[in-house]
């Protein structure tokens, strides 16, 4: 079986996938640039409609989000896709990806490079994930030519807005993971090879101060400067997450202007917080409410706190062990190096497990520097993880052995 895929994806085939993910990484997929979106949408379909029964294109609600001055607003959502192929088969796997990147249509990093040597290629999305996307099609398609293919199903599903927070795509999420029997999520590993095992749970909150506007020269001392205010909580936050083992909070957003010569009466930030179990949680919510009521007392100024977490931590179980296991037989198997890593990054992973679906993370490319103009991937992983997510399925699909 190793001859058969290395057969039917040989290294000559790397300068046609490095080919395709620049195609794919050039189109902007922004999560709030709905043309991108609608475009990467259009090709996905007919590169997995091409292979799969049945393909499915599934509008998303709209959901309320805040813009950069606190403000609520109603955000309009792409649509995901959902391919299906054998559902009655025995086995049946769900491939979960996101189509979406954190770079919107003005942002200047919008195109690849591929270094002089082709050991590294940069651009929007190369590692997270489309580098991913590319390896979930060229490993399907490659189970489509095997002759046992009728002992095992597939599903396909690409969502929209995985970079913030996957609000629209839950549901069908959840009704995948009842379904299937494990699930494969192609976000990157690092650029050294090693794959992630537990996450931290993450999740959007906000706080807005609400003090006392005045005149900044003839009553400074009747107004209740909400920016300081706001500003004594963010470093009392500090203090807790520096106090609390594998705790994150970062601080993403905050507004407060006004008239310079007025004290203002208004501030709002916005705050990424990341916990690393669900223990962790109640004594986060004790130590930010004792701050918020420090903060009130102090600065005579009222504190409105809202956000939830949107993802619960991803800690693997006995299931997941176990594929691990199997996984590492088949990088072994390939000659190529395993080992695992923990990681503060989310992934829709974490709630397919939280819906009671076992699944493997980081299949995709190896990569580093995500989210920035940095961003880039190996090229010749995608042949790796291409060959390797192959083998682990077609074991999958005969009971473990091949």
Known sequence: MIDWIREEMPDSELPRLVETLIEWCE???????????????????????????????????????????????ELELGRALRFRTRPDAPLQVLFS?????????????????????GKRLKGPGVADMKGGLLVMLESLRLLETFPGKEAFGWEVLLNPEEEIGTPGARDLLKEAANRCDFGLVFECATLEGELVQKRLGTG???????????????????????????????????????????????TARFHGATAMNSVPDRAIAQFN??????????????????????????????????????????????AISGMEASLA????????????????GGTD????????????????????????????????????RIRVTTLFLLRAANGGSA
């Not at 919107?104 to 195109?111: I, N, V, Y």
């Open 349 to 384: 992973g974490s709630l397919l497990l939280d819906y009671g679906l076992p699944n493997i993370d980081s299949l995709g490319v190896r990569g580093a520097f995500l989210h920035s103009d940095r961003e880039c991937m190996d090229p010749e992983s995608l042949l790796e």
């Open 273 to 318: 917080i990341r916990v690393p179990d669900q223990d962790s949680i109640g004594t986060l919510n004790s130590k930010i409410s004792e701050a918020l009521k420090r903060v009130e007392s102090e600065f005579d100024v009222s504190i409105a706190w809202e956000g939830q977490f949107d993802r619960p931590p991803r800690i693997p179980n006995a």
């Open 204 to 250: 959007l909150f906000a706080a807005e101060v609400t003090g006392r506007s005045a005149h900044a020269g003839r009553d400074f001392e009747e107004g209740r400067n909400a920016i300081e205010a706001l500003s004594a909580l963010i470093l009392e936050f500090r203090k807790i997450y520096r106090e609390m083992d594998g705790m994150i909070i970062n």
């Open 97 to 117: 990806g996101h189509y979406d990147t954190v770079y919107g249509a003005e942002h200047p990093f919008q195109t690849c490079e591929l270094s002089p040597d």
């Open 27 to 73: 189109i902007n997929s922004g999560s709030f640039h709905l043309p991108g979106l609608e475009r990467m949408h259009d090709r996905l379909s007919r590169e997995f409609g091409s292979i799969a029964e049945s393909t499915e294109s599934i509008p998303l609600s709209p959901v309320l989000r805040r813009d950069e001055c606190g403000a609520p607003f």
């Open 329 to 344: 037989r088949c990088f072994q198997d390939f000659d190529l190096p395993v080992s695992w890593r923990d990681t503060g």
